[in-house]
């Protein structure tokens, strides 16, 4: 296993480079990142790094801190103080990338064939992708990280006594207590609950409407009532 520490000297400076470049190419990449969000947003997903026109791909490295960088009228701002461009980029050893632009910085230092991650890994690479390709011209092959879940026997007895399989799980409980219902009790007895909820129901709405009208009082009962039936009618469903 071969640990890299991204603050070491000596690893800042193989970085600093594509860092470099990064900052010299920054309005381009804040405009594509802008681009490929919206795409990702329209298509139903959402961007993991917000990006608008203050956002910096990078921090300044200064006094053993990692400070903030901010753009505001074409410089940077960090702590209060105005910073030109020109500085940042001649001082590309003593920058850290953000959250979008370090896995670039990674794949420069170190190049990478496949990338393996999580979930919200892959998502990140989803909106690194047009920094990959303005700066390097290429990146890794995304692959997902395996996940298993595993069932006792206990579990697997359940499973096979209810018909059941991983997926019927992922919509709710209340999804599932319905597969259930609808594998173990008879059609016809489902039918049978079903209308008896309504009638009861009905009945009831028909009893508070008069009760309002003759005393306002007692029509809450009467509601009360109503919920109670629906409650002992729903439990027996489920």
């Known amino acids: 296993m071969l640990y890299v520490d991204p603050l070491c000297e000596s690893i800042r400076r193989l970085a600093a480079p594509i860092l470099h470049d990064a900052v010299a190419a920054e309005a381009q990449l804040k405009q594509s990142l802008l681009e490929r969000n919206k795409e ?6 959402h961007a993991q790094v917000h990006v608008d026109a203050k956002t910096s791909l990078v921090f300044l490295l200064e006094n053993g801190r990692r400070q903030t960088l ?6 940077y701002i960090a702590g209060g103080r105005i910073i030109a461009p020109a500085e940042i980029e001649s001082r590309a050893d003593h920058l850290s990338p953000n959250a979008l632009l370090r896995p670039v910085v990674q794949d ?3 190049p990478t064939i496949a990338y393996v991650g999580g979930p919200a890994e892959l998502a990140y690479l989803a909106q690194s992708e047009v920094i990959y390709r303005q700066l390097l011209g290429r990146q890794p092959i995304a692959l997902h990280r395996a996940g298993f879940t595993v069932f ?26 319905a597969k259930i219902a609808a594998r173990l009790v008879p059609p016809s007895l489902q039918t049978l609950l079903a209308e008896t909820k309504e009638t009861a129901s009905s009945a009831v709405r028909r009893l508070a409407e008069e009760l309002e009208r003759f005393d306002p009082t007692l029509a809450k009962a009467a509601a009360k009532g109503r919920r109670k039936m629906d409650y002992q009618v729903q439990k027996n469903r489920a």
């Open 152 to 177: 006792d026997s206990h579990s697997r007895k359940l499973l096979e006594r209810y018909n059941l399989c991983l997926p019927d799980f992922f919509h709710g409980e209340e999804s599932l207590r």
């Open 70 to 75: 901010r753009r505001q009228n074409g410089n």
């Open 40 to 45: 990702l947003t329209d298509a139903g997903y």
């Open 108 to 110: 420069f230092i170190l």
